[in-house]
């Protein structure tokens, strides 16, 4: 289907596997494009109730291909910002889906900007994260001085984005930046436990979610109060919702369907 990235679906299960390992996934121009039209079939596909993401080999992202870019010296870096990583990252962050980062490796740059864009992020114990971006030159972009500073304080922040430090998972850990680090031999299955759960929960319920949190980022409470209500009123006319009263009241284990 793509030629730089893996689309695997099974079972409700959609996982994304980036696919240059041998210049650590870095990103050129064809594999920003991939991924947005993975995230846009994700999108249009009700039987996808989770998705997963991770690169091949060591690395999870290094980042913009340097080798790439200087192929074309006149490139815009406004252009490429706002075609190529803007949009992908704006479909993860507005998916209805929940969306796992399997932390395999280094996470540098927009890679970095990447695993901070998914929901979930289980680190492999070998696992950096690093914004790179000041070590040639460059301000964070593809969200990164939006997720930062929502994760670790506004000091962090402008240490993280201006000195380019290296990150490890145990620390990204304990400064809340990530849910969950394991030994790499037990990364899949830490992995597989979140989706577990998010495949037979309620999706539209977490869809929503997903979307009152986003939106809570910049609302105040009064706002924040009346959006619960409008989308409760949608939550409890759901299929889930009625599925999940009926199993409460007859004693059994409820069977979403993600409607």
Not at 116 to 139: H, K, P, R, W, Y
Request: some cysteine; hydrophobic content about 40%; glycine content about 6%.
């Amino acid at each position: 289907m793509y030629q730089f990235l893996k689309y695997e679906k099974e079972q409700g299960v959609v996982r994304l596997s980036m696919n240059r390992p041998e210049v650590y996934n870095a990103f050129n121009n064809e594999l920003t494009y991939e991924l947005q039209d993975a995230f846009k079939q994700i999108r249009r596909d009700d039987e996808v109730r989770v998705v997963v993401l991770t690169g091949e080999g060591k690395a999870f992202g290094s980042g913009q291909d340097l080798k790439a870019s200087q192929a074309d010296p006149d490139r815009s870096f406004l252009d490429s910002v706002r075609k190529r990583y803007n949009p992908l990252i704006k479909s993860m962050r507005e998916l209805p889906k929940p969306i796992i980062c399997r932390l395999n490796g280094v996470a540098a740059g927009a890679g970095c900007s990447l695993a901070l864009a998914c929901d979930i992020i289980v680190a492999s114990e070998q696992a950096t994260l690093i914004e790179v971006f000041i070590n040639i030159g460059l301000v964070p972009d593809s969200g990164s001085s939006y997720f930062i500073p929502r994760l670790v304080s506004p000091a962090r922040a402008f240490e993280l984005c201006t000195m380019g430090n290296k990150i490890s998972a145990r620390q990204a850990y304990e400064w809340g930046m990530i849910n969950k680090v394991v030994p790499h031999d037990q990364l899949d299955s830490a992995v597989q436990e979140y989706v577990n759960y998010y495949a037979a929960a309620p999706t539209k319920a977490i869809g929503m979610i997903k979307k009152m949190l986003n939106k809570s980022q910049t609302a105040s409470l009064d706002e924040m109060l009346e959006y619960e209500a409008y989308c409760q009123e949608i939550a409890g006319n759901s299929a889930d919702h009625k599925e999940g009263v009926s199993a409460f009241l007859e004693k059994r284990k409820p069977q979403y369907q993600g409607k």
